[in-house]
């Protein structure tokens, strides 16, 4: 089976390259700008041409949430325009499309972890337009998977683990917000997760499909949590580290809003796949051993 993703050089998708080679059946097709650009809607038909997949992944986004606020209009373009052209693409040649949401669709007023069918409510700029997106596809594509993932982190390109562990280099005290809650998810864990959506689906069934889903870490912390483990796992492999001093959201202004609480329930994933995602702090271990352990 070919699989083809857009995004080639984001994390996800090397986190998806490094994982598929556990999957021999499977051929990913990762695509980059300038031979797909989502800003460019002439370069998506002929790269599905050009390279004749059996299934399309999006995980290309305009990912600058602070940007965003900044330039609506290119991540309208990218993050709403763009899957939609994606998805009718896709269902022109009889193929199911994957698309990867997040949870800035909601705006985190809830007491509890929130279900696929819960109220969105973005925010921001990116979460209304990743929003849009996900609505366009549903409407261009019955044939989909909408996976909203959270909080990523990986070994590649720029997250938060990167940061901390890059800061705790020339500083023994990092200032974290602590009043968001939500799921550290690790790229490599999605991936793993779409892969086994992925193999269903090779394997015949297109049972699941059609439905949104949640994909992130399990169990929840705050940024300051999040930190505060990188740290201790980092410390333990004798790596870089620093002390967290926990801020509030309101002594940290960004441009963009973002939800107080963003816990994604992930049990529908878990039902329709056979896959849970892992602990967030196993999961940060994992990623950090492949830094220490690497130097
Ligand atoms: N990171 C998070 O915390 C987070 C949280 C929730 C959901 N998500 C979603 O997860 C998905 C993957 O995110 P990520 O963390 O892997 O993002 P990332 O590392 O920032 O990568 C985004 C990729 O999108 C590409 N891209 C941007 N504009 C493009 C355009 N006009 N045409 C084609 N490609 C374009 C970038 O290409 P270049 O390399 O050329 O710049 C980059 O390869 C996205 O849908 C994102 O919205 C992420």
Redesign the pocket.
Known sequence: MKVLV??????????LLDRAAAHPGLTLLAV??PE?????PRTIEPALARHAPDLVV???????VDQAEDEPA?AH???AE?PGLLARAAVARGLPLV??????VFDGALGRPYREDDAVNPLSV?GAS?LAGEEAVRRENPDHLIL???????P?????LKTMLKLAETRSEVHVVSDQTGNP?S?LD?ADGLLAAIEARRGGTAAGWGTTYHLAGTGAAGWHDFAAHIFEESRRRGGPHARVVPIATADFPTKAARPPNSRLACDRFAEAFGFAMPDWREAIAAVVGAFTDAS
Not at 99 to 104: A, E, F
Not at 148 to 154: E, H, L, P, Q
Not at 156 to 160: A, D, I, S
């Open positions: 857009t995004g080639k050089h984001g994390q996800l998708v090397q986190s980059g700008r797909l650009d989502l800003a460019d999006n995980a290309a986004a305009y990912t600058a290119v373009a990218v993050n763009a698309q990867i949401s997040t949870d800035y990116y990743k909203r993932t959270a909080w990523v982190y990986s590649y390109g720029r997250n938060f998810t790229a999605i």
